[in-house]
Antibody
């Protein structure tokens, strides 16, 4: 059974870069059947898709994040990572990683990690 | 960007009743690339439906999805106590976007 777990700092200063890692266990991140995704949820709000990466390294990002996003994959450690640059308080959110099947649907999800942007 | 509008915002029902949730897209979603998720407080979302009408693994058959083009529906045939939660639709035909959610609360 595949499980995903987010890790990274819970507090980031404004203008700095938010960095999170998602570790995949119980399955290979190199599978051609899946995309590896990041989603966030602002406190008390809905869900916002950030982007995904394929095991080959190809990426697909939410254009609303205006080039601040970079997602990378480390197949040797079965991990993928999110970097979001020039953060502001508006980037405070719970960040989730999830697996997307090429047939559609995000499943499973990590438990989520709260990142607060504050000085 | 495809905008998804869910209605109603809140649905107040009793256990055993039928719930009908709507998701309308600002433009047609190709190949019915639409999913539904359930989220309970403090938990990650859980995939219920993909491809507009296919149930995800382990999802009870009281959950069903239907629709195509711009209009989609999630139906819960008889509400169980554990079904009271927030439900989101998501399209994956063009980038990915989520609806704003429908809260199903106990009446």
């Amino acid at each position: 059974q595949v499980q995903l777990q987010e890790s990274g700092p819970g507090l980031v200063k404004p203008s700095q870069t938010l960095s999170l890692t998602c570790t995949v266990s119980g399955g290979s991140i190199s599978s051609a059947a899946y995309y590896w995704s990041w989603i966030r949820q602002h406190p008390g709000k809905g869900l916002e898709w950030i982007g995904y990466i394929y095991y080959s390294g190809s990426t697909y990002y939410n254009p609303s994040l205006k080039g601040r996003v970079n997602i990378s994959v480390d197949t040797s450690n079965n991990q993928f990572s999110l970097k979001l640059s020039s953060v502001t308080a508006a980037d405070t959110a719970v960040y989730y990683c999830a697996r997307e099947s090429r047939g559609g649907g995000l499943d499973p999800w990590g438990q989520g990690t709260l990142v607060t942007v504050s000085s | 960007e495809i905008v998804l509008t869910q209605s109603p915002g809140t649905l107040s029902l009793s256990p055993g009743e039928r719930a009908t949730l709507s998701c309308r897209a600002s433009q047609s979603i190709s190949s019915s690339y639409l999913a539904w998720y359930q989220q309970k407080p403090g938990q990650a979302p859980r995939l219920l439906i993909y491809g507009a009408s296919s149930r995800a693994t382990g999802i009870p058959d009281r959950f069903s999805g239907s629709g195509s083009g711009t209009d989609f529906t999630l139906t819960i045939s008889r509400l169980e106590p554990e079904d009271f939660a927030v439900y989101y639709c998501q399209q994956y035909g063009s980038f990915r976007t989520f609806g704003q959610g429908t809260k199903v609360e106990i009446k």
